[in-house]
T-cell receptor
């Protein structure tokens, strides 16, 4: 079974530039999460999708971050314009329908962003 | 506020030592996960627990729902166990995951 795919693995940009990350979850997983992990900290939820609908985006900095999951499968996370403090690993994770409350969480390899 | 607290933050052990990492949480949960993250790598799920104890090879995870506490044990530790171990809980109310800040383990040969 293929895991959660993310790209790119690494990205270096200058501040005020834009960047986009892509995630393809495990086939059949209705729930998709984007997390931001700053060095030395645990993952912080940015946005949670259930199929193509947003369940929780309360911690997404909406002035510069956007995310979509148009067909309920793969997703993109965009940052525009980037700030220095956006340097982090962006993790995508997926799980089965959360109504299956004990569903396991599967992570991608992450996309490491460095903003100069 | 931190819904999930882990201890210790950093841990160095000699190869062969028995290791314990602790996790306490403050919300009602449907499941607790222990995750492993290697430097530069993605996160791998080690265990998902809702009660009792699970064992996989040299790894053992326990949970006490009444005390809202879980432990991850590594027996006969090895340098390849060096990684960050993260405790995460799935909240019943909102189905959201909360993560601890991780325990960085270094096992010295």
């Amino acid at each position: 079974e293929a895991g959660v795919a993310q790209s790119p693995r690494y990205k270096i940009i200058e501040k005020r530039q834009s960047v986009a990350f892509w995630c393809n979850p495990i086939s059949g997983h209705a729930t998709l999460y984007w997390y931001q992990q700053i060095l030395g900290q645990g993952p912080k939820l940015l946005i949670q999708f259930q199929n193509n609908g947003v369940v929780d985006d309360s911690q997404l900095p909406k002035d510069r971050f956007s995310a979509e999951r148009l067909k309920g499968v793969d997703s993109t996370l965009k940052i525009q314009p980037a700030k220095l403090e956006d340097s982090a690993v962006y993790l995508c994770a997926s799980s089965l329908d959360p109504r299956a409350l004990t569903g396991e969480l599967f992570f991608g390899e992450g996309s490491r962003l460095t903003v100069l | 506020k931190n819904e999930v607290e882990q201890s210790p933050q950093n841990l160095t052990a000699q190869e062969g030592e028995f290791i314990t990492i602790n996790c306490s949480y403050s919300v009602g949960i449907s499941a607790l996960h222990w995750l492993q993250q290697h430097p530069g790598g993605g996160i791998v799920s080690l265990f998902m627990l809702s009660s009792g104890k699970k064992k996989h090879g040299r790894l053992i995870a326990t949970i006490n729902i009444q005390e809202k506490h879980s432990s991850l044990h590594i027996t006969a530790s090895h340098p390849r166990d060096s990684a960050v171990y993260i405790c995460a809980v799935r909240e019943i109310a909102g189905n959201q995951f909360y993560f601890g800040t991780g325990t960085s383990l270094t096992v010295i040969p």
